[in-house]
């Protein structure tokens, strides 16, 4: 029998993943609060519903692709999803969100009588159109089990990270390692810069020595090293900075919680937050670089001037 999929968020993740489950042969039925997403998802064979909850109804499994935990546990809430849905329904948020509302999601669906998994995501709109992107899972092991023939039609891996919340920690984890690489690697080009040090000839020795990782070798913040970097197109993203801006906040509000004497990762959150609200807002996160040269100015003409 063919499964039924209730795909709830059809925005720029959501719309062509929905769409892949539809190439596979699965039976899907969405909503969005937005007209034009919607029609899109229906043109790709996405069936409409009118609400969220009357496509949950029938689901045998419900997966959610929304921008934050609010908009996840009011959808759950009294009257919602959880309710609308036959007992034992498998619900998979793939949503970015915080983790303590991530548990509190997968508390909810459990005490409705539901399955639940967090399945967060990275690789992208490239990555949900390809369907290559990658899944980190959190939730108990059969749930993961009945998920995993749909994560592998929308994504290439899917890792099971662990409990309740798992999926969103590893996420905020790795996330936070890119923020704070990204800027490290921006900061040594605008230092190698005042210091006289070509771009290449920094990125010549730091690749192949231990300054080496994803945000020097595959997202390089200055044009030329790496072609298809953003870098090399205006920084156009890629990854947007919004994005990274949500992903660090939501890191910065775990680090906070637990106490952990995190400076970089807190410090990365706030360079960010404030160049996705200015110049980043619909820049590659990469382009941060550029902030960071444009602060240094003076310093930098400093340095050059300390060295003629
Ligand atoms: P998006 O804003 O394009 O899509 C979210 C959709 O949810 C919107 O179309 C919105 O109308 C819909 N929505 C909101 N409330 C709703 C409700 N109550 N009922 C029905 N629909 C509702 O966002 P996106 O870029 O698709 O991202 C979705 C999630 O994936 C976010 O949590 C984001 O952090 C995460 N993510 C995004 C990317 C990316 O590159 N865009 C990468 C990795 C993870």
Known sequence: MTTTVAFIGLGHMGGPMAANLVSAGYRVLGH????????????????AARSAAEAAAVADVVITMLPAGRHVLSLYGPEGLLAAARPGTLFVDCSTIDV????????????????????????????????????MAGGEEGAFAQAEPLLAVMGKKAVHCGDAGAGQ???????????????AVSEAFVLAESLGLSDQALYDVASAASGQCWALTVNCPVPGPVPASPANRDYRPGFAAPLMAKDLQLAANSLRAGGIDAELGLRAAELYARFAEGPGADQDFSGIVRAIRAASSNTTDALKGSTT
């Open 32 to 47: 969005d609060l937005v007209e034009s997403c919607l029609s899109a998802a229906v043109a790709a064979g996405v069936e």
């Open 100 to 135: 303590a509302d991530s548990r509190a999601a997968h508390a909810a669906a459990e005490a409705a009588g539901h399955r639940s998994l967090d399945a967060p995501v990275s690789g992208g709109v490239v990555g949900a159109e390809a369907g290559t992107l990658t899944f």
């Open 169 to 183: 920690a590893a996420k905020i984890c790795n996330n936070m390692i890119l923020g704070v690489s990204m800027i």
